[in-house]
Nanobody, 123 residues
Framework: QVQLVESGGGLVQAGGSLRLSCVVS????????IGWFRQAPGKDREFVTA????????YYADSVKGRFTISRDNAKNTVYLQMSSLKPEDTAVYYC????????????????WGQGTQVTVSS
């Protein structure tokens, strides 16, 4: 069983920064592709970024490219999402998700999910 736990959310002013963490249980963490998604009230869950387990290739939504950076520390079973130049429209619950087989922009392709962490950006 794979479990994911997000942390690092909070309230920040526009233009500020936050770093989210996603700790993944299990001894095969390095094999898992990890994605970050977000969901604002009344909206669908949307792709933010993802990182492959093998090779570490990264992918970003256009809306966050140049502002957000995903990275992973396999020794700590942790994936990080560094968010900079935050905007009010970044306000959402942020979720990390894991899957050993796919890297996808669709949330339906991921088998394992964390509980989410709230990010609120004030104007």
């Amino acid at each position: 069983q794979v479990q994911l736990v997000e942390s690092g959310g909070g309230l920040v002013q526009a233009g500020g920064s936050l770093r989210l963490s996603c700790v993944v249980s299990g001894r095969t963490f390095s094999r898992y592709n990890i994605g970050w998604f977000r969901q604002a009230p009344g909206k669908d869950r949307e792709f933010v970024t993802a990182i492959r387990g093998s090779g570490g290739s990264t992918y970003y939504a256009d809306s966050v490219k140049g502002r957000f950076t995903i990275s992973r520390d396999n020794a700590k079973n942790t994936v990080y999402l560094q968010m900079s130049s935050l905007k009010p429209e970044d306000t959402a619950v942020y979720y990390c998700a894991a899957d050993p087989a796919v890297v996808s922009f669709s949330p339906y392709e991921y088998n394992y999910w964390g509980q989410g962490t709230q990010v609120t950006v004030s104007s």
